[in-house]
């Protein structure tokens, strides 16, 4: 029984295999999505978020975390006009915002939410920037509601002066995400 247990699981496990063409798979066995990011990038994923970066001269980075939505306001104020889950991401992201203001020095928001797709469901992005260390940092942030459960969070953080560069490697990595299915359903 054991064994059928665990050929099960490894039938639904992905392998670098299976990555798309130049890029690895970053995330763990831990998590229930797939996060592929370029080859030439270090992953330093650890309990149940997903993290990558560029390279030690380049910081550019990407994370991708789960948080269990405990706050019912999420899904109030429905907007008729658009799907409920892009209005579930900008109710999340309305409350994430005003914690993220009072954390980043220069918090400075740039565009968003902005309906977008994230492995075909309904998702927002947002764009922001500030300051750390004496650096100017520009981030891009996808918020998915998963099954009125589950907030994903894809972050996308570059200096300034490489977010243009970086942030098609980050539309990339965006496009190549997969939800697992079956699993913490």
Same mark, same amino acid.
């Given at each position: 029984? #054991?064994?059928?247990?665990?050929?099960?699981?490894?039938s *639904?496990a992905?392998?670098e295999l299976d990555?798309p =063409? +130049?890029?690895?798979? $970053? @995330?763990? =066995?831990a998590?229930?999505y797939y996060?592929?990011?370029?080859? @030439?990038?270090?992953? *330093? @994923?650890?309990?149940?978020?997903?993290?990558a970066? =560029?390279?030690?001269?380049?910081?550019?980075n990407?994370? *991708?975390?789960?948080y269990a939505?405990?706050n019912? $306001?999420v !899904?109030?104020?429905?907007?008729?006009d658009?799907k409920a889950?892009?209005?579930?991401?900008?109710?999340?992201w309305?409350?994430?915002?005003s914690?993220?203001?009072?954390?980043l020095?220069? /918090?400075n928001m740039? $565009?968003?939410?902005t309906? &977008? &797709?994230?492995?075909?469901r309904?998702?927002?992005?947002c764009t922001?920037?500030a300051t #750390?260390?004496?650096?100017?940092?520009?981030y891009?942030? &996808?918020? *998915?509601?998963?099954?009125?459960?589950?907030?994903?969070?894809?972050?996308?953080?570059?200096?300034?002066a +490489?977010?243009?560069?970086d942030?098609?490697? !980050?539309e990339?990595?965006?496009?190549? /995400?997969?939800?697992q299915?079956?699993? !913490?359903?």
């Open positions: 029984m #054991l064994a059928a247990v665990l050929a099960a699981f490894s *639904c992905k392998t990555a =063409a +130049n890029m690895k798979l $970053a @995330s763990v =066995a998590v229930d996060l592929y990011v370029p080859d @030439s990038w270090i992953i *330093c @994923s650890q309990d149940g978020i997903t993290a970066y =560029a390279s030690v001269i380049d910081s550019s990407v994370s *991708c975390a789960r939505l405990t019912e $306001a !899904f109030e104020n429905v907007n008729e658009e889950e892009i209005t579930y991401a900008k109710n999340y309305t409350d994430y915002v914690q993220l203001g009072s954390v020095p220069g /918090f740039l $565009a968003g939410p309906p &977008v &797709v994230l492995d075909g309904a998702a927002v992005k922001y920037s #750390l260390s004496q650096k100017n940092y520009k891009d942030m &996808v918020i *998915c509601i998963k099954d009125r459960l589950y907030a994903y969070i894809l972050t996308f953080t570059a200096e300034e +490489n977010y243009e560069a942030s098609a490697i !980050f990339k990595i965006t496009a190549e /995400f997969r939800f299915t079956g699993r !913490f359903e």
